[in-house]
């Protein structure tokens, strides 16, 4: 099946952590791939993030590739096109 090999769901499956810089403190924080939010572990301050497109967006079978609950979670995150 498809699913099991989708290109478009790898960082969303099997997330990896990235460096961003706080908005707030201008200090390194880590992220993983499929979070849109982060609290910052030196200023305490909320730094959110928009993901670009993902295959949520448009295939049928996401919610069972990637599990109901992160589903969930990346929908009513700030997911922008």
């Known amino acids: ?3 099991d090999s989708c290109p478009g769901s790898n960082e969303i499956k099997q997330p990896k952590p990235e460096d961003i810089i706080c ?3 201008k200090k390194a924080i880590e992220i ?3 979070e849109t939010e982060v ?3 030196h200023c305490g301050k909320m730094n959110m993030r928009m993901l670009g497109p993902t295959c949520i967006e448009w295939c049928a079978f996401a919610k069972e590739c990637i599990g109901e609950e992160k589903y969930k979670r990346l929908k009513t995150g ?3 096109k």
């Open 32 to 34: 993983w791939s499929d």
């Open 78 to 80: 700030a997911i922008t």
């Open 1 to 3: 099946m498809f699913k």
């Open 39 to 41: 609290k910052c572990k």
């Open 23 to 25: 908005r707030h403190c």
